[in-house]
């Protein structure tokens, strides 16, 4: 017989969790269709399939963080006995800028093929509810092209979100945002960052290594919702490093000059004073909106909250055949893995008769800045507020890298921290780690905290040396204690 739908599944969105969750979908028998479509930025941004991770996200970041850390590793090098002749090297920046885009060309391009592979349809339109089966959607742009419909038993929405700008005068016309920077045809120069989350700090961070002057301008604190002292350990080390915060200020205004390079206006919140100052390019980092405008959700009756969409523990929306995974759903962490692994666990629940819910505790995150910041659990503060201050030992320690002494690096913000339960074996709750290779570092811990882990068990564990790592295993300092972390030599 005809089924009642054209498809089993449609997913409106083709980034890290629409994609995931429409190839499981197909894997398990599903028929399954794929929308995906990107409004290009206010300065004309646009990019193929595969969402904000590959094209605008993690991927290209992570290589201008690799670019940016290069540089810093050649002038290391002269100190390692290396013959650089050009002490004063520079970047090509539109050279670095093409090369990030063909990789991305080349994972877009490897996104269709793999959908075709695994028969997923996709169509590069936006998609809309009609009704809470069916979508609506115009194939094509020329104008006055036909909307046309489909009809699906589930619809999954996994539309992520965009940057915000301020509402002050010049911001759309401009400034730009982490959609552009990526693929900015101009040398960034002498550039402003409005916004202290990780994209801002990110983005300053790999701006000041391919040598460019970024300044941070910071609303109240950096990195909210982080461990509070890595986030001042983080911002230390960077203004160390000679980026400049512009504290408790908001932008008023931004204006072209006649020379062309933008003028900024500013207050500072906490003394009331205007500034101004010249910048050759200004980057929002101020947050992310939920793209839940155009989906029309009041035709479907999905339930909303600010712009994300509100979901139960198995990402059913209020309509109960419609879900919502990925940057989208309200009050949950805005990472790719997340993404991807919610996604999956959704299809499969939905078409192979899984139960598994997907598990929102304990993600581990790391802050690209040049020592990188990673982390997985409990913030200090958050595990003293759950299980109070006597109930909680907090180890900690600065370390030296080993190879940071031959170039003679500054040592003093290689700092880690385990917050962890005071009695018995310790159950740790909280890893916290800034360093090199943070990342790396942090995420073989990740699954030893979600499988319990214990300062004992640490302590127990037998380092690899000479690693950054391997200072988890000889935690001995406690915050309690009082005793300096500082190493001795
Ligand atoms: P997206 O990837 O945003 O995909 C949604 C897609 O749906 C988009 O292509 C969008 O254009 C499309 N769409 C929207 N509306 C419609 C519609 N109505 N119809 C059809 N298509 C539609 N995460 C990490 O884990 N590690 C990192 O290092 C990291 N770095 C980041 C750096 C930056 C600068 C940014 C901005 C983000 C970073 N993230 C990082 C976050 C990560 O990119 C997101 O969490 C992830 O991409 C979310 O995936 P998603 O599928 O929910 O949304
Ligand atoms: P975040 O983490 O939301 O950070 C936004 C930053 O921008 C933060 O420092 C804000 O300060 C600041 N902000 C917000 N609005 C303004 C205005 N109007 N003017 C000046 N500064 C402002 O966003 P990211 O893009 O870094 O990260 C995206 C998501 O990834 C984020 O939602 C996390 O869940 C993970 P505030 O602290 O609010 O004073």
Redesign the pocket.
Known sequence: SRPRYDYDLVV????????ACAKEAAGCGARVLC?????PTPVGTKWG?????V????IP??LMHQASLLGEAVHEAVAYGWNVDDKNLRPDWRKLVRSVQNHIKSVNWVTRVDLRDKKVEYVN????FRDSHTIE?VASTSPGAESRQVTSEYVVV????R?RYPDIPGAVELGIT?DDIFSYEREPGRTLVVGAGY?GL??ACFLKGLGYEPTVMVRSIVLRGFDRQMSDLLAAMMTERGIPFLGTTIPKAVERQADGRLLVRYRNTTTQADGSDVFDTVLWAIG?KG?IE??NLEAAGVRTQDDKIVVDAAEATSVPHIFA????IFGRP??????ILA?RLLARRLFAGATQLMDYDDVA??V?TPLEYSCVGMSEETAIALRGADNIEVFHGYYKPTEFFIPQKSVRHCYLKAVAEVSGDQKILGLHYIGPVAGEVIQGFAAALKSGLTVKTLLNTVGIHPTTAEEFTRLSITKRSGRDPTPAS
């Open positions: 409106l969105g083709g980034g890290s969790a629409g994609l929308f995906d479509y990107v409004k399939i595969g969402g904000t991770c094209n605008v996200g993690c970041k992570k339109s936006m998609g809309s959607y996994a539309v992520g979100g940057p982490s994209v990110e983005c992310r793209l155009e989906l995974v990925g940057d989208i805005e990472l790719t893995p997340v993404a996604g995150t790391t690209f």
